[in-house]
């Protein structure tokens, strides 16, 4: 099929590489015309395991085409997908200037019939909006053309997001006709072999469903969050209690994970649009302005820890930080609770070195050069001269350090372990003080 794709970021790009690799024909579009320059010298914006490869296989086969050229795209595809950002607006409401740019852009170019897919997490109403600015567009050209929308949510995670789009759990197709489902199950099929994967329902039940989604998770997160908060003021540890409840097949052992926060593009804007959503409503969305509160107060959880062990003066100390990416995986630092952490020692007077294996472009995009920064090209180079370490994301590369050489580089030894990934006697015995999330050490 032909397949066009507004919007070639996490879900844009990695969707339009799958679809290509499965043998259609994708033409991606985007109006960042430095990111289309870079695809077409075959650079890949983003880092996401396994997706250099298939875009660079599936341009070299003729399949994956990238533009700037709104009209090019529209007149290529028979789907044409929107996959732009839904950012937060200053309310908390999810910024549909982007999506309603893409439709605008197809009513103003369609000349033959398209099924128009909405990708993009945008709130309840939006699909009849998309339909209402495309047939605005096309009166105002005179013309009758056969359109239809769909919401298509895309549940994909960033670190795995090839695997989930060629593997997914579900894909739900929110649609008013009978043919716009067909040809979607078409289009999906090589996704879809082995057992049915496709739930089809009506347009906002399906834009609700992405919500209640991210809402669920971020929840779990901050459930446990909080748990783990209690858990150290009690005196228990709260791995101890994570094993004890995910055993529960109710509960199960996924996301439930205390830590330093959830971050990320699309759980914090997901549930503060939700709760937007529901407030215009006229309903009080009291469990998604909770699990926001916590999280807040989380994202400070590892300052405190820090401030808390050098008696508030943090002045003239420099804090080695290891992760910066939101999660592993991935170079994303939206929202990363890496970013609290670092305002927080910055505004304490505190200089940090910090390393991630691929968010180091991504910092020094975001923070510049500053005398209180130290972008270090490795693990140990981050924690040479720094007081303390504290490890704010889980990559499987700072799982398993020598505690013995960290604890002669560093000049406090002390481990801040904002996930924690390691067995706090086993820290212990190699002579490092250790700080986890709600295992025992209360403030
Ligand atoms: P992103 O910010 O990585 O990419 C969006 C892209 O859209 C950018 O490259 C931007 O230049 C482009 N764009 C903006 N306006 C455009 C226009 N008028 N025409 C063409 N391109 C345009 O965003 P993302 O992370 O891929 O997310 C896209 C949507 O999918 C959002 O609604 C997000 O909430 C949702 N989503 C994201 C994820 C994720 O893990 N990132 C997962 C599921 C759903």
Request: charged residues 25%; aromatic residues 6%.
């Amino acid at each position: 099929m032909r397949v066009t794709l507004f919007g070639t970021g996490y879900v844009g790009l990695v969707t339009g590489a799958c679809l290509a690799e499965v043998g259609n024909q994708v033409c991606c579009v985007d109006i960042d015309a430095a990111k289309i320059a870079r695809l077409n010298r075959g650079e890949i914006p983003i880092h996401e395991p396994g997706l250099e490869d298939m875009v660079r296989a599936n341009r070299a086969a003729g399949r994956l085409n990238f533009t700037t050229d709104g009209r090019v795209g529209v007149a290529h595809g028979e789907i044409l997908m929107i996959a732009v950002g839904t950012p937060p607006d200053e309310d908390g409401s999810a910024d549909l200037s982007h999506v309603l740019a893409v439709a605008r852009t197809i009513g103003r170019h369609l000349t033959d019939p398209a099924l128009v897919v909405n990708k993009s997490t945008v709130p309840v109403g939006t699909t009849a909006l998309v339909r209402e600015t495309i047939a605005a567009e096309l009166a105002a050209r005179d013309v009758t053309i056969d359109f239809d929308v769909v919401s298509n949510p895309e549940f994909l995670k960033e670190g795995d997001a090839v695997k989930d789009c060629m593997r997914p759990d579900r894909i739900v197709i929110g649609a008013d006709s009978a043919g716009a489902v067909e040809l979607l199950k078409r289009l999906y099929a090589p996704f879809n072999r082995n057992h049915e994967r496709i739930v089809t329902m009506d347009p906002r039940s399906a834009e609700l469903t992405k919500y209640a989604a991210n809402a669920m998770l971020a929840t779990k997160i901050s459930f446990m969050n909080e748990m783990a908060n209690i858990a150290e003021r009690v005196g228990a540890d709260i791995e101890m209690v994570r094993r004890g409840i995910g055993s529960d097949p109710r509960i199960g052992h996924h996301f439930i994970y205390p830590g330093v926060g959830y971050g990320g593009s699309c759980f914090p804007k997901d549930v503060q649009a939700l709760g937007r959503t529901a407030r215009e409503h006229g309903y009080e969305p009291r469990i998604l302005d909770a699990v926001e509160a916590v999280n807040r107060r989380q994202k400070d959880k590892l300052f405190e820890l820090i401030a808390h062990h050098f008696g508030g003066r943090l002045s003239g100390r420099t804090i080695a930080v290891w992760g910066l990416a939101f999660k592993p995986n991935t170079d994303d630092m939206r929202e990363a609770p890496s970013r609290a952490l670092l305002q927080r020692l910055w505004e304490a007077g505190a200089k940090v070195r910090v390393y991630d294996p691929e968010a180091m472009d991504e910092a020094r995009r975001i923070f510049g050069a500053r005398a209180d920064l130290a972008l270090c090209d490795s693990a140990q180079a981050a924690v040479d001269g720094a007081d303390a370490l504290a490890v704010v994301t889980e990559w499987k590369a700072f799982w398993s350090p020598d505690f013995v050489a960290l604890r002669e580089r560093l000049r406090e030894p002390v481990i801040f372990d904002g996930r924690n990934i390691y067995d706090p006697a086993q820290v212990e015995a190699a002579g490092l003080a250790y700080y986890g999330i709600g295992r025992g050490r209360s403030l």
